[in-house]
């Protein structure tokens, strides 16, 4: 017996199918293009995201437009709406995590479109370093590292900071910089909302790597050819000032030559707010500068005040001294050297009285001649640091200085295979470095609280050297830059400190480039020797030692950068961000990883 079974199709269902039959749905629904925005994510606030929807596909010919927009969440600038793949930095945010919703629309050659989302969920950098140390090694190339390091041990990457897991290169281009490259190239000028890193600094001309002793960037004329400025100016060869770094450092904004944490421009309201400020106003961070130059120069200056000009150096050292108030100033401007250049006289007064606010907040230590800095600077830490004493909890400042307007630097001699440093009459009556370092470290250790510290140590007379083209002065003082180092490597694996490696960031760079220092073929200065002679620049003078390409003057090239400790690894994240195929790194850049690092909104 034959059973005849019945297939019931629900209404519904048999009306769908007919729906996807028909042939003006055909089109429509099986013909449409894959869009595809990606995997969602999670990532931290100020991370760098990239949302790739290359893998779209289409089903009439291929995909033609892709456009990104955003759905929900804090706003972000797209780098390419209009392109395959959209690169974005994502938002602060205050606390918790907050979610980015983005749109991925898709157009294949037949005509066919579709979309596809994409999660990213932020999450707030709970701040992994209490501690953030800062070194400056002002107007310090490559060139300069490899220099000390063949003076100290006659090879070309055994300096203290040598060895630290994180380095990378950084651009250090500034406004006029940027300006200059534009006027050249027919480019329109730079501004904050549209400009294109590759016109501050092209690795393509100027190497994606820096000077090591034995690599040649691929064209001296791309750093050493004087151009005009903006609208045809006068002529000079591209390269930021300390003000401008400092200012991008500090504050993670490029602006003018001159500026001191202010917009360019020179607006009314143009302060910016420089790290220092934000460490201690969101986490109550104690703050210290420590230079060998006057206390009131422009990388200090950065990290401690705001000014349209540089040279405004009794009003820098008035808000130092009055509105910021550091925990902790020690650097050169001592009027007994200097005049009253650097600081006021009733400033000055009324820090060697301390009867009155805001001197009595400070214990002065200041050079004295006969009496040797380093001690003196010692006792007025044990001072501070003693619950017996009167001046117990108070902050420190340090005032020294020379006739030439810094702290001495030790001498190298000219000793080959023993390498050695003597002082300057009377230079013993300033600390060194590497003693101002540690002295710093002490004071803010206690001052923090618990609740941590920002540093910044300067090498400042670095730069002063190359100025003067005087190499001599340059090993010295870059003795001292390497020693400070050393200081803050050891107070960080002191096992009596609350710091470290896993609390604590230490990052060492430089602010610019400066005399362009090269070694010429076939002569290696080895360990303890000195260039006999400094000739004329000429790459093509094989007798020489040494030369300057840029004698005395600032040049664009590259710097490094050093990293050890809580949020180095940050620093992976913007490699190449700015200057793709590269690893170079921007000097805001590092401004951004500081305030990962410490959880700043």
């Not at 440093?421 to 300033?430: D, I, K, L, Q, S």
Request: glycine share 12%.
């Amino acid at each position: 017996m034959r059973v005849k079974i019945r297939y019931r199709i629900p209404l519904v269902l048999a009306l769908a199918v007919a729906a996807l039959l028909a042939p003006g749905c055909m089109d429509n629904r099986l013909n449409r293009p894959v869009a595809r925005a990606g995997e969602d994510m999670s990532v931290e606030a100020g991370e760098a995201v990239t949302l790739d929807g290359s893998r779209s596909l289409g089903r009439r010919g291929r995909i033609v437009t892709w456009h990104w927009t955003q759905l929900e969440g804090t706003p972000v600038q797209l780098s390419d709406p209009s392109g395959p793949v959209t690169t974005f930095i994502t938002p602060e945010t205050a606390s918790g995590v907050q979610v980015l919703v983005f749109c991925l629309a898709v157009t294949d050659e037949g005509g066919g479109s579709n979309t596809d989302t994409v999660r990213v969920t932020v999450r707030a950098l709970a701040g992994q370093a209490k501690y953030v140390i800062l070194l400056i090694g002002d107007g310090m190339q490559m060139a300069y590292e490899v220099a000390l390091s063949r003076y100290l041990y006659g090879t070309d990457q055994d300096l203290s900071w040598h060895s630290f897991p994180l380095r990378t290169v950084c651009a250090t281009w500034h406004i006029d910089t940027y300006d200059r490259y534009a006027w050249a190239y027919g480019a329109p000028r730079y501004t904050d909302s549209g400009f294109n890193p590759v016109l501050g600094y092209d690795p393509h001309l100027g190497g994606g790597w820096t000077y090591d002793g034995w690599w040649n960037p691929p064209s001296d004329e791309y750093f050493l050819t004087p151009l005009p400025a903006w609208g045809g100016g006068w002529e000079a060869i591209p390269a930021t000032d300390s003000a401008a770094s400092g200012t991008a450092l500090a504050c993670g904004r490029k602006t003018e030559a001159g500026n001191v944490n202010w917009a360019a421009g020179d607006p009314a309201n143009g302060a910016l707010t420089f790290i220092g400020e934000e460490c201690r106003g969101q986490k109550s961070m104690a703050l210290g500068v420590v230079t060998t130059v006057p206390f009131a120069h422009a990388t200090p200056a950065c990290f401690a005040s705001h000014a349209t000009t540089r040279y405004a150096y009794e009003e820098i050292s008035t808000e130092i001294i009055h509105r910021t108030r550091p925990d902790v100033v020690i650097g050169a401007g001592h009027p007994d050297w200097s005049g009253f250049a650097y600081i006021s006289e009733d400033d000055y007064a009324g820090l060697k009285s301390g009867n009155v606010p805001p001197y009595s907040e400070y214990l002065l230590v200041e050079r004295e001649v006969g009496m040797d800095g380093g001690v003196a600077l010692e006792a007025a830490v044990n001072t501070l640091l003693n619950p017996a004493h009167p001046a117990h909890g108070r902050k420190l400042f340090g005032l020294f200085g020379g006739w030439g307007g810094y702290m001495e630097h030790p001498e190298p001699e000219d000793a080959p295979g023993m390498p050695g440093f003597t002082w300057p009459e009377g230079a013993e009556e300033n600390p060194s470095l590497g003693e101002c370092t540690r002295a710093a470290l002490r004071v803010l250790t206690q001052r923090g609280k618990g609740r941590g510290f920002f540093l910044m140590v300067e090498g400042g007379d670095i730069d002063w050297a190359n100025h003067a083209m005087d190499y001599s002065w340059m090993i010295g003082a870059m003795h001292q830059f390497d020693e400070a180092m050393k200081a803050v490597h050891a107070f960080v694996e002191d096992p009596a400190t609350p710091l470290t490696w896993e609390n604590t960031l230490v990052i060492l760079t430089s602010d610019h480039s400066n005399g362009y220092l090269r070694f010429c073929p076939g002569t290696v200065l080895g360990r303890g020797r000195l260039p006999a002679v400094i000739p004329e620049p000429s790459p093509e003078n094989h007798s020489c030692e040494i030369w300057y390409g840029a004698p005395g003057v600032h040049t664009n090239e590259p710097v490094m950068v050093y990293a050890r400790g809580a949020g180095a690894s940050l620093f992976r994240d913007y490699q190449g961000r700015m200057y793709p195929s590269t690893r170079l790194v921007d000097n805001t850049d590092i401004h951004a990883v500081m305030r990962r690092a410490v959880g700043l909104r």
